[in-house]
């Protein structure tokens, strides 16, 4: 299985390079366990999040208000949590996250 990213800065029209995300996977109650962490790229990408192993609930959290921060903006969302279910393992799965400092959007990509 192979899951991806891609942040888009809607207030420059560009990729949003350099946002900090964490992925984790649902586990038993209200916890999360840690899978991975990465950064995007000049891109806005991430090319491989894991490992995601097994159908869950995963969320992949956003750290918008670094991002933000180091362009010398405020924002209104320290962080967007993207939270979504993987059914088959064995497909590929790309979540994008379209921001701006006042909201963000995000649907599932191919």
């Known amino acids: 299985m192979s899951l991806s990213t891609h942040v888009l800065d809607l207030s420059l029209g560009r990729p949003a390079a350099g946002v900090e995300l964490a992925l984790t996977r649902r586990s038993d109650g209200d916890g999360w366990t840690p899978l991975d ?50 059914e088959d393992p064995g497909q590929h799965y790309h979540v994008p996250l379209l921001v701006s400092p006042y909201g963000y959007s995000t649907y599932r990509g191919s």
């Open 37 to 86: 962490t990465a950064r995007t790229d000049d891109n806005g990408r991430v090319e491989s999040l894991g490992p995601v192993t097994e159908p869950g609930t995963y969320r992949i959290r956003f750290e918008l208000a670094a991002y933000f921060a180091g362009r010398e903006q405020s924002c209104f969302y320290p962080f967007a949590d993207v939270v979504f279910t993987i």
